[in-house]
DNA sequence: TCTGGGGTCCTAGGACCC
DNA sequence: TCTGGGGTCCTAGGACCC
């Protein structure tokens, strides 16, 4: 039995962690340079707020409901995510940590009652992280993905095959099917597919023919065949990308290339944690999509050797910018793909080529030392970081509450908030402030 | 004026090999 | 007039996920 773990909105139930008070009322997380809405919560979502909308496009709605309104900070959702997937584990050792905020586990297919079980894994990991979570139970992963779909109606665990496995796909829109995107569930909907019970009951040929491989599999899943297997030990990565948008749009080459060795040296730290290397490197740079002049280049630069090297990689960004800059844009964007990942330890080396200094050393201890001190103690001359003008805008961001000694946050206990109230007026005239916290 | 970031898999078709 | 059969590798583009 496979069941799907979902955090609800889980950006905002991050920010709720610390921000008790913010429970039942409208919450938005933004993107990166707070462009956009990427997370709402349930008070926002009844708003009519959407998902991807552009911030200055419902600035009024924000401003009207008096929406608290959030910048990203992914280093509190990435740690507390970490936490949620080590409560998770304490439930069954085969679990794979799907993203963020989901995971599946399996348990044996036995005649206990799931929805208890999935009862006591939402109590749990809100008692002991504090966010809420909803659970699906299926014969397969698309079946506890539906399953966890149903949920979020209702009470928030929902075992499918207690419930009847046609009885709950024939409520479930086809679109909202794990698998079926926009193209298909339009292709679906103009042939008479509207609900995940008509797909499932679909002529698998039919399937196959027009949605092909992954298509058939989805369906094979709804009808309790499990064709997905889990994942319990993430796969090597394939690639590894690090973009940004500035913070304001960029005319210099010079800026670009700041911005470039900063995306460089964040895609190959994750490079180096994973033990990877890479034979090519892809650099682009774009102007703003929404303005008529779209302007958008990428080059890819097969390298001699395959390398971690911040340094190597910067230099070989810097190559690729010469193809693909042209003066006279308004640059909004930038980043660097790694890609035909290799193990670090198996590099085959260049016959033609005499080999670079790989670095090695020198790219542990600067990574030790940013692990120590903060991402961007030690770092390339190139990126020009204390004079870099494409410096993201983030203006709402709660503190690093859980990852930072000087960011911990602060708590009262009622007596000693009384203690505080009296000492506050009493020393109001003279100013000193009361130590206690 | 202002609009995010990071991934995977599959297929068709071209280019090549014997 | 008539011109085989069996394969691999690579890339671009499409579709999907969070």
Redesign the pocket.
Known sequence: MYALV?CRS?YVSCERVFRPDLWGKPVVV???????I?ARSQEAKALGLR???????C?HILKQNEVHVFS?NFGLYGDLSARIMSVLEGFSPDIEI?????AFLVFPNDNRDYEVLGRHICERVLRWVGVPVGVGFGHSKTLA?AAHEISKKGSGVCDIHQRGVTHTLQSLPVAD???????????LNSNGIYTARQFRDMPPEVV?KR???????TQQELKGLSCIPLEAVA????????????GT?LTEQSDVRGALAD?VA??SE?LRFYGQAAQALMVFIAT????DDYYSRSV?IPLPEATASSRILTHYSGIGLEYVYKPGK?Y??S?V??MNLVKADHIQGNLFYKGACQDTALMKAVDAINGRWGRHTLQLAVTQWHNRIWK?NQNMKSKRFTTSWNELPEVMSPCVADLYKKKTTQTESNGSFPTSK
Request: hydrophobic share 35%; net charge positive.
């Open positions: 979902d889980f933004l993107s990166n340079n707070d462009g956009c990427i998902m991807g909308e552009a911030v200055f496009k600035q990203a799907y993203s963020i905020d989901e993905k099917i794990w698998g079926i995107g926009k193209r298909h569930s339009a292709f196959r949605m092909h491989t992954p298509g058939f599999r796969e090597e990565r394939k690639q590894i990308v690090s973009s940004r948008s500035f749009k995306n964040v895609a994750k703003s999509r929404y303005n890819v308004r909004a964007k980043g793909m790694l993201m």
